[in-house]
């Protein structure tokens, strides 16, 4: 599989991946819809709007927060789980730090290539899990 921004920058090297295809979370709904069916040796391109994937981005999830209230050793890129949320240090400076719940890709129409490898059906053990294999 490989990701790229709307305009072509690649967002992730490309990757081979596995998972339980029939709703289990651990593929976007949109594209999970787009490989059903597929079969070995076949190739998806689907470009999803940020609706179809992480959604718009919510400025409302951003925050600004004194420094001192995170001690030292907080840097950019770090998640700090508070409540339900969680945010990632996105800038710091002037005894204050940024931080964001969005998801990093919120807001991005995002453009899929995959190509089917294989296709096989799940275990029993995979069935009662519902979780993405190794």
């Known amino acids: 599989m490989e990701l790229h ?3 072509g920058v690649e967002l992730s090297a ?17 594209l999970e819809r787009v490989v059903e069916g597929k079969g070995p040796g ?20 951003v925050r600004v927060e004194p420094l001192t209230r995170y001690g030292e050793g907080i840097a950019v ?8 949320a969680v945010y990632t ?10 931080l964001d719940a969005n998801h990093p890709l919120a807001g991005m129409a995002l453009h899929f290539s995959l190509v089917i490898l294989t ?16």
């Open 119 to 134: 296709v096989r059906n799940a275990t029993k053990e995979e069935l009662s899990r519902g979780v993405s294999l190794p």
């Open 89 to 98: 240090v996105t800038e710091m400076g002037g005894g204050s730090v940024v």
């Open 14 to 30: 490309p990757q081979e991946l596995s998972y339980l295809h029939g709703g289990y979370g651990h593929m976007l709904d949109a």
């Open 77 to 84: 890129g770090m998640q700090i789980e508070e409540g339900d």
């Open 5 to 7: 921004d709307a305009q």
């Open 42 to 61: 076949e190739s998806v391109q689907v470009q999803l709007e940020p609706e179809q994937a992480f959604g718009e981005y919510d400025a409302e999830l």
